[in-house]
């Protein structure tokens, strides 16, 4: 009989995209949480894993983690940038509306 305390623990193979390498990893959860990315040294790139990867943890979970679109409202050369959070819609329509000046997707091309 598993007592409550048991721990259930997966072993899921993937890859690590925290650089470009894409260095092949066996990410390891515990009980619905990532603790931490392990070499796979079955994967053509996965023989270690750099400091990048090693962290992966402590950047998923980091209290300071952006988890909402940002709006900077003062300028550049502020000191404070004024960070105020927007809604997942404003920050689509503000990226969509600043990068119509690249062109429709038929004129882009010729850029």
Same mark, same amino acid.
């Given at each position: 009989?598993? &007592?409550?305390?048991?721990? /259930? /623990?997966?072993?899921? =193979?993937?890859?690590?995209?925290?650089? /470009?390498?894409?260095? &092949?990893?066996?990410?390891?959860?515990?009980?619905?949480?990532?603790?931490?990315? %392990?070499?796979?040294?079955s994967h053509p790139t996965g023989r270690a894993l750099c400091?990048?990867?090693?962290?992966?943890? %402590?950047?998923?979970?980091? =209290?300071?983690?952006?988890?909402?679109?940002?709006?900077?409202?003062?300028?550049?050369?502020?000191?404070?940038?004024?960070?105020?959070?927007? &809604?997942?819609?404003?920050?689509?329509?503000?990226?969509?509306?600043?990068?119509?000046?690249?062109?429709? =997707?038929? /004129?882009?091309?010729?850029?």
């Amino acid at each position: 009989m598993v &007592g409550a305390d048991a721990r /259930t /623990t997966e072993r899921i =193979p993937g890859f690590c995209a925290l650089c /470009t390498s894409r260095c &092949g990893a066996i990410v390891v959860v515990e009980d619905g949480r990532l603790v931490r990315l %392990e070499p796979d040294p079955s994967h053509p790139t996965g023989r270690a894993l750099c400091v990048k990867g090693r962290v992966a943890p %402590e950047l998923v979970y980091h =209290p300071d983690r952006i988890l909402h679109p940002l709006k900077r409202t003062r300028s550049k050369s502020s000191r404070d940038p004024g960070w105020e959070q927007i &809604g997942w819609d404003e920050a689509l329509d503000e990226s969509i509306g600043r990068n119509r000046c690249w062109g429709t =997707p038929s /004129t882009s091309s010729r850029l």
